[in-house]
């Protein structure tokens, strides 16, 4: 069988479309593990109008991630037996416009790479190329960057490339599993925003972060800078040890 995972380069082209043209149309919204990123759950608390302690109830369970201790969490499947997700209809996906970051993303992979000495991320990308789809039999070809743009992904990549740094560091100067108070402040911080903002614009709360001022001022109104200032938050109370408890 031949390999279903190529490396691309951003300049390196691929055709593949999905459509109700499509005869496995939905075919990649069933039997699924999606765990969704902070900024996924953001946008779609956003789309449907909802809080997002109410979208997390609805339509979320959260797991422990083994070994750290972070919380993760995934979509809860309307359907047990073939793990369908919520949001898809017969017409596609009813929440299309903020689905999540993977989502928009498939048929590629990404991850990132960060230079030892200047720090720089680069990018890498592979396309999968499943079985069971039929999507690369037709649509016109594309570079990984034209899809990028036409898919609006760059701004997820750039949030969740935030989240992965903000694990980096738990993994460099807070290694080994949070204590259950620890991660309930992480689950906070990072999924329900709308009660993170509660408590961080108390008037006396103690919460005090180095954080860019102008971030910090459009937080009040801004779920993504407010998503920004939750994982500043998160990487000085909770991962940054403190000399006074040791």
């Known amino acids: 069988m031949k390999n279903p995972v190529s490396p691309l380069d951003s300049h390196q082209t691929f055709r593949f479309t999905c459509s109700p043209q499509v005869t496995c149309f ?47 969490v995934s979509l809860r499947f309307s359907d047990a037996e073939d793990l369908t997700c919520p949001f898809v209809t017969d017409a ?19 991850r990132v790479s960060r230079h030892r000495e200047t720090g720089r991320l680069t990018e890498h990308w ?11 039999n037709k649509g016109q070809m594309q570079t990984v960057d034209e899809w990028v743009n036409d898919q609006q992904i760059a701004t997820h990549n750039r949030m969740n490339d935030m989240l992965l740094e903000l694990i980096s560091f738990k993994n460099r100067f807070r290694p080994g599993p949070l204590m259950p108070s620890e991660k309930n402040r992480v689950y906070t911080a990072l999924y329900d925003l709308d009660a993170f903002r509660d408590a961080w614009f108390k008037e006396d709360s103690p919460l005090a972060i180095n954080t860019n001022i102008q971030t910090l001022d459009r937080s009040k109104t801004s779920d993504p800078d407010l998503l920004i200032v939750a994982m500043d938050w998160i990487r000085e109370t909770v991962f940054t040890p403190n000399p006074a408890k040791t």
Not at 95 to 110: D, I
Request: a neutral charge.
């Open 92 to 110: 596609g996906c009813r929440v299309y416009p903020a689905r999540p970051a993977s989502c928009r993303t498939y048929p590629l992979a990404r």
């Open 26 to 72: 939905n075919a990649c919204c069933r039997d699924l593990n999606q765990v969704l990123t902070p900024y996924d759950v953001l946008c779609l608390k956003q789309f449907l109008n909802i809080s997002s302690n109410d979208f997390l109830d609805t339509y979320t369970e959260d797991n422990t991630g083994p070994g750290s201790g972070l919380p993760v």
């Open 126 to 136: 592979a396309l999968i190329r499943e079985p069971h789809c039929l999507g690369f």
